[in-house]
DNA sequence: CACGAATAAGTTGCGCACGACTTAATCGGG
DNA sequence: CCCGATTAAGTCGTGCGCAACTTATTCGTG
């Protein structure tokens, strides 16, 4: 038996080559574990992504949320609608650009950031990286994302 | 100056210390790179996933495919029809046990793996890591799903 | 200042992704 | 052999994610 594994070729069709389904896979396994936790707070993973912005950075626009996170106004518009008919947030027209929405948090919405700082820590721990690993895959993850994006 | 960059604390709410962030903007991106290659051939993405694991065992049930790239039937369902009601493949129960369904790729659903050929080289090219880097995310993405799936 | 181009946000349509549930077939212990 | 438990696939409802488009406002150049 001198070959039990063949060679990954550069143009495999074989799932298991592909570093687009590891990423994929891992993506929502690392959302799915995060559910139950996000679910104690009534958010969502994409809420949870934007309430993370707007902790750092209160009443920014909803272009600005979407540079940072990397999403539509498509996908937005109707999120923030949701975080607030939940009393997370207030949207209000900017008097000096009336093309602009200014994003705001609530006393609640605020209030909320206290009950989500254990999260992250829960899914450090569960991803099980030592800090190396973390950094190092961070680092990956963002060269990847930064030459798939434009050229 | 001492300090002119935060050090990443263990419990940091700040979305660029997010390796989940930078897990959910990579996948997003490298979908997106993918879409119009896929447009070409008349699939999405997960679509695409699909027809990698028919090309590779043709004749599995849902529940294997389900298995393989992880995912309910209840998305699977739903996508098999499109791909059946597009030709690319045939659904029927099995004689052996009738709560299971086979999969099975018309011709022109084999026919279509030739074309696929190049898609993953493209996307390869576009990620633009080194076999070294590509081998050691996806060694790190794999461990991060295994850490997080389970306990 | 006028007016076409650019910009911000939002709407619509479609295809995932998944939880909760349903239906139908098979399994397995008494 | 029967009947409750399990299993396979599918339906339904909700919330993304994005392309294509619309509406409203502002910009910029003649």
Redesign the pocket.
Known sequence: MSRTQAEPSEGSLLLDDQLCFAL?AAS??V??RY?PLLDELGL????YLVMLVLWEQDSI????L?ASL?????????????LEANGLLR?ER?A???????IRLTGEGAALRERARSVPVAIGDAMGLTPEQDALAKQLLRLITANVTDG
């Open positions: 994929y929502r396994a959302t799915a559910r969502t993973y994409p809420q626009s909803v272009r600005e979407g990397q999403l539509e106004s498509s996908t937005l518009s109707p999120l923030l609608k949701r949207r900017r000096e650009d009336e093309r602009s929405v200014a």
